[in-house]
């Protein structure tokens, strides 16, 4: 993959520290050793000792040179129970964030707000909301941003695009949607891509009228307004468009002659989550294409959900662009 490339040679000698709280899982061991190859990211495993070493040794993987932490054991604890507690100033107590702490996913965004890591990769074996709730109860979300989101890198040979929000957000409004797209715009420039970003919807420049639609023509004319205001250079978001007339030429010349956009497109922004999902999955499934994520933007550190179907070339990839979110 091109993108993985980039980013691959983006990393090199970085050694940027990444946590993977299930290590008891098989594809998480496996990611682990091919990163621990490397030379731009070192894997932090989490986990029962016993179990992790057992593990191991049933599938034939050399885990001996991997950093590994058990949190029931660590030399951490008292240290990230006492920032745990201070962090949610007066909504833990101390016996609380100790019991919190056992979980390893609060554990190992403890260790990302505490600078011991610089990111986290989970959700093999936990849902989105196990491993995004630490991170919006401890690492928080960037000044400006009201709302994390989560984004796919569609990928198919040379081809590579950005949907979002795809994962976290069942109800956004226009100024939610402004936001995911300059947050997408901000993601794409990190990773390479000039930025093209369009609005979704089931109309394109008013051919169709809903509050709907109102709804995402707002949400355009907000997002234009914070690329002016941030002053972000060669982004362009414009829509409403249907999602043809944002991605083939000679369609978009016929529905929207005049719009930045002509079929040229390579950041959609759904109108819902559950529009975001679906396109998506139907982009994967039926298109062939590759889809890693969600990566989560807008939070002050990097913090990625695994899909608890996922691969161990999953865990790799979303490693990787987890630590690549780091340098930008």
Do not use: W
Not at 4 to 10: A, H, M, N
Not at 143 to 157: P, R, Y
Not at 285 to 311: E, F, K, M, T
């Amino acid at each position: 993959m091109a993108l993985l490339d980039v980013l691959e040679e983006k990393l090199s000698g970085k050694q940027v520290r990444i946590v993977l709280p299930e290590g008891e899982d098989e594809r998480i061991l496996t990611a682990a050793t091919q990163l621990q190859a490397t030379d731009y990211v070192t894997p932090v495993l989490l986990g029962n000792e016993d179990e992790v070493k057992a593990t191991a040794e049933e599938k034939g993987l050399d885990i001996s040179d991997i950093e590994f932490i058990d949190p029931s054991t660590s030399e951490y604890k008292e240290e990230l129970v006492n920032a745990f507690v201070e962090r949610r100033k007066g909504k833990a107590t101390e016996e609380q964030a100790q019991e919190m702490l056992k979980d390893v996913n609060y554990f190992g965004t403890m260790l990302v707000y505490t600078g011991k890591a610089d990111g986290l990769v989970s959700g093999a074996v936990h849902s989105t909301g196990d491993t995004v709730r630490p991170a919006l109860q401890i690492i928080k979300t960037k000044e400006g941003v009201a709302k994390t989101s989560g984004i796919f890198f569609m990928i198919k040979d040379d081809k590579q695009y950005i949907f979002g929000d795809c994962a976290i957000n069942p109800v956004l409004e226009a100024q939610d949607l402004a936001e995911i797209a300059v947050e997408s715009a901000k993601s794409a420039q990190s990773f390479g891509m000039t930025p093209r970003v369009a609005m979704l919807s089931f109309s394109t420049k008013g051919s169709a009228k809903s509050d709907d639609v109102e709804k995402v023509a707002n949400a355009t004319q907000l997002a234009q307004e914070k690329i002016q205001e941030q002053q972000l250079e060669d982004v362009v978001v414009d829509g409403e468009f249907q999602f043809d007339a944002a991605i083939v030429p000679e369609v978009g010349a016929k529905k929207a002659p005049d719009a930045q956009i002509q079929g040229d497109a390579n950041v959609f922004v759904f109108p819902s989550l559950e529009a975001g999902n679906i396109g998506y999955k139907i982009a994967q499934r039926l298109g062939g294409y590759d889809a890693i994520g969600p990566v989560l933007q807008g939070l002050n550190s990097p913090v990625n959900d695994l899909s608890r179907g996922c691969s161990t070339e999953d865990v790799y990839n979303l490693s990787i662009i987890t630590a690549a979110q780091t340098l930008s």
